[in-house]
């Protein structure tokens, strides 16, 4: 199982992303795939979650501003994160598990994290 994330970056406040998660190695289409992000010093915080029947579960400060969604053929999760917040800063990390997850410590598989920085 191979999770590579990319397309973090420096943004403004109020600035938008794109994270990408390329998954290889295991059938993506029967995974649950998720989001976590975590800031040095702190413990993993789930941020979003996407079942393998598509539905899509958010954390309360990422709803209405942040959008999980998959593309089956290409193998690929993303994360559009919009109006982004300083508080927002942290690497963001691609998760995956067979099972149906209930906290960010069931997820199987983790990537590299991208480095995500709002400032000004």
């Known amino acids: 199982v191979l999770l590579v994330e990319s397309g973090g970056g420096l943004v403004q406040p109020g600035g938008s992303l794109r994270l990408s998660c390329a998954a290889s190695?295991?059938?993506?289409?029967?995974?649950?795939m998720g989001w976590a992000r975590q800031v040095p010093g702190e413990g993993q915080e789930w941020v979003s979650g996407?079942?393998?029947?598509?539905?899509?579960y958010y954390a309360d400060f990422a709803k209405d501003r942040f959008t999980i969604s998959r593309d089956i053929g290409k193998s690929t999760l993303y994360l559009q994160m919009n109006s982004l917040k300083p508080e927002d800063t942290a690497v963001y990390y691609c998760?995956?598990?067979?099972?149906?997850?209930?906290?960010?410590?069931?997820?199987?598989?983790w990537g590299q994290g991208t480095q995500v920085t709002v400032s000004s």
């Open positions: 996407i079942y393998s029947d598509g539905s899509t």
């Open positions: 998760a995956a598990v067979q099972k149906r997850p209930y906290g960010v410590d069931d997820y199987d598989y």
């Open positions: 190695g295991f059938a993506f289409s029967n995974y649950a």
